[in-house]
């Protein structure tokens, strides 16, 4: 079982609206709307995706890594943590 399983619900309705914000922006750059107009709902629809991101991540330590932190097997629980650390990396870098 995935660490995000108990919000799977949650984080597919945050999901859907985002795909709805980036059709919007499709129309948005269909009528010519203005281009600092289509920057901000640009911003909120990255926002929103590293929100996801970032419930995602939170779930994954607390979930994954502290369930491999607490096995006898440290090799896993370090490969664990420096997946954790990749990908708040890969977030931060965004």
Known sequence: MRGYSISKEDYLKRLRRIE???RGLQR???EDTYCIDVL???????KALQSVSMGLLDQHVRHCVAE?????DREHADA????????I??????
Not at 40 to 46: E, G, R, V
């Open 20 to 22: 709805g914000q980036v």
């Open 28 to 30: 948005m750059i269909e």
């Open 80 to 87: 664990m943590v420096e997946e954790a650390l990749q990908a």
């Open 68 to 72: 491999a932190a607490g096995g006898e």
């Open 40 to 46: 901000t709902q640009i911003t909120a629809a990255t």
């Open 89 to 94: 990396a890969r977030i931060v870098r965004t």
